[in-house]
T-cell receptor, first 114, second 116 residues
Framework: EPEVTQTPSHQVTQMGQEVILRCVPISNHLYFYWYRQILGQKVEFLVSFYNNEISEKSEIFDDQFSVERPDGSNFTLKIRSTKLEDSAMYFC????????????FGEGSRLTVL | AQTVTQSQPEMSVQEAETVTLSCTYDTSESDYYLFWYKQPPSRQMILVIRQEAYKQQNATENRFSVNFQKAAKSFSLKISDSQLGDAAMYFCAYRSARGGADGLTFGKGTHLIIQP
């Protein structure tokens, strides 16, 4: 069964460093998403991406964040200069057409900022 | 903006018993999707069940069923014959049907404990 894959599963970084989280969505999906889950809190929407551009973004997704689909298969989330409060699980998800409703999630990447 | 509320941070049930997890939501839209996702310790969120708002019939998936009350904006999940493998965080989620770029709005989750 096709699935969304994410790398790395866990990354530890120093505050101020750049981090890139990678995702390979399901191949025939058209919409891509990043979500964040701070430990013990709910899953929060960061950004959605369609047709090689951002469709929607939340207030959390400030200038320190960026997304791109560099090669038609990978979907990346970059945090330019990490802060302590960026420590969280980051989930990538993808979906097909607007009528499907369902999002398929990856296993997440745990980011720890020291 | 839509909001999703799960008022039960934690629920506990004996194995083989039935448990109901509560979820309410707030929206001004008439067409939308509702979901229950399960997040086991392995972290990946797995879809348990989905409901289209235009459908009056409650969705069922084997031991999982929902009680969808559109007027009351309520969407509870019933798990029958609970099994140890059902232990997980359960998230209720809302998605607008107006376009695929809209993501999911999640509730805070309910931690389900299964007592052997």
């Amino acid at each position: 069964e096709p699935e969304v894959t994410q790398t790395p599963s866990h990354q530890v970084t120093q505050m101020g460093q750049e981090v890139i989280l990678r995702c390979v969505p399901i191949s025939n999906h058209l919409y891509f998403y990043w979500y964040r889950q701070i430990l013990g809190q709910k899953v929060e929407f960061l950004v959605s991406f369609y047709n090689n551009e951002i469709s929607e973004k939340s207030e959390i997704f400030d200038d320190q964040f960026s997304v791109e689909r560099p090669d038609g298969s990978n979907f990346t989330l970059k945090i330019r200069s990490t802060k302590l409060e960026d420590s969280a699980m980051y989930f990538c998800a993808s979906s097909t057409s607007v009528n499907s409703g369902e999002l398929f999630f990856g296993e997440g990447s745990r980011l720890t900022v020291l | 903006a839509q909001t999703v509320t799960q008022s039960q941070p934690e629920m506990s049930v004996q194995e083989a018993e039935t448990v109901t997890l509560s979820c309410t939501y707030d929206t001004s839209e008439s067409d939308y999707y509702l979901f229950w996702y399960k997040q086991p310790p392995s972290r990946q969120m797995i879809l348990v069940i989905r409901q289209e708002a235009y459908k009056q019939q409650n969705a069922t998936e084997n031991r999982f069923s929902v009680n969808f009350q559109k007027a009351a904006k309520s969407f509870s999940l019933k798990i029958s014959d609970s099994q140890l493998g059902d232990a997980a965080m359960y998230f209720c989620a809302y998605r607008s049907a107006r376009g695929g770029a809209d993501g999911l709005t999640f509730g805070k989750g309910t931690h389900l404990i299964i007592q052997p």
